[in-house]
């Protein structure tokens, strides 16, 4: 179970965690890799979200992938078109609002950037919450280099810091630098691939996190 003896910085995933927004990128790079002549089947992609889309054409695809970056405008496109019916997940805006009252140090680290962030943000109705996000790192999830750059921003020790996610990836990236994770069911991942990931705890939403971060 979750350790509440001790407070850690948190460092709070967006896509996927704090936004019910996995299944609309799974719609949207569905879509995209049709329309380039791919077809991927859903349950593939969705196993890819939340490791970049740097990482995710070639892994996708098999190879590395000449037309990556027109995927990754396609993709974008298609899911900013689903944009409005973005929400946020079970408990997100408690669970900022709980740090915020207590004074727990917090950051978003997130892979998403320019317009598709911009749209997750105001899915969330805060647009004003810190940010680090993709443009400021050379590599995506899982590694930990996102994660790392929120760390050194803050000036928090990644090892006594924990972060919030929903993907095996983000346990992976988390645990390749022993940072503590701690998991939450919104991506639609299995308990078995966010633990064998390196999440510490798996918990169904962020309303379940309210006053143990």
Do not use: N
């Given at each position: 179970?979750?350790?509440?003896?001790?407070?850690?910085?948190?460092?709070?995933?967006?896509?996927?965690?704090?936004?019910?927004?996995?299944?609309?990128?799974?719609?949207?790079?569905?879509?995209?890799?049709?329309?380039?002549?791919?077809?991927?089947?859903?349950?593939?992609?969705?196993?890819?979200?939340g490791?970049?889309?740097?990482?995710?054409?070639?892994?996708?695809?098999?190879?590395?992938?000449?037309?990556?970056?027109?995927?990754s405008?396609?993709?974008?496109?298609?899911?900013?078109?689903?944009?409005?019916?973005?929400?946020a997940?079970?408990?997100?805006?408690?669970?900022?609002a709980?740090?915020?009252?207590?004074?727990?140090?917090?950051?978003?680290?997130?892979?998403?950037?320019?317009k598709?962030?911009?749209?997750?943000?105001?899915?969330?109705?805060?647009?004003?919450?810190?940010?680090?996000?993709?443009?400021?790192?050379?590599?995506?999830?899982?590694?930990?280099?996102?994660?790392?750059?929120?760390?050194?921003?803050?000036?928090?020790?990644?090892?006594?810091?924990?972060?919030?996610?929903?993907?095996?990836?983000?346990?992976?990236?988390?645990?390749?630098?022993?940072?503590?994770?701690?998991?939450?069911?919104?991506?639609?991942?299995?308990?078995?691939?966010?633990?064998?990931?390196?999440?510490?705890?798996?918990?169904?939403?962020?309303?379940?996190?309210?006053?143990?971060?």
């Amino acid at each position: 179970m979750v350790d509440t003896t001790a407070s850690y910085p948190v460092l709070l995933d967006l896509d996927g965690t704090l936004v019910d927004s996995v299944f609309h990128h799974v719609l949207a790079w569905d879509a995209a890799f049709a329309a380039h002549g791919h077809e991927i089947p859903l349950w593939q992609i969705h196993e890819s979200i939340g490791m970049g889309s740097a990482r995710l054409v070639p892994h996708l695809l098999g190879r590395p992938a000449d037309e990556a970056e027109d995927l990754s405008a396609e993709h974008e496109e298609r899911f900013l078109a689903l944009a409005d019916g973005l929400r946020a997940t079970d408990g997100a805006l408690d669970l900022l609002a709980d740090l915020e009252a207590r004074g727990v140090p917090h950051v978003v680290a997130t892979s998403a950037t320019g317009k598709v962030a911009d749209a997750l943000l105001a899915a969330l109705g805060r647009e004003d919450l810190p940010t680090v996000d993709a443009d400021d790192v050379g590599s995506p999830k899982p590694s930990p280099d996102l994660l790392l750059a929120a760390c050194e921003e803050k000036g928090w020790d990644p090892t006594k810091a924990t972060l919030v996610g929903d993907s095996p990836w983000d346990a992976e990236a988390a645990d390749r630098i022993g940072m503590r994770m701690l998991a939450v069911r919104t991506g639609g991942f299995g308990d078995s691939r966010l633990l064998d990931g390196g999440a510490a705890d798996v918990v169904d939403c962020p309303r379940r996190l309210v006053g143990r971060l």
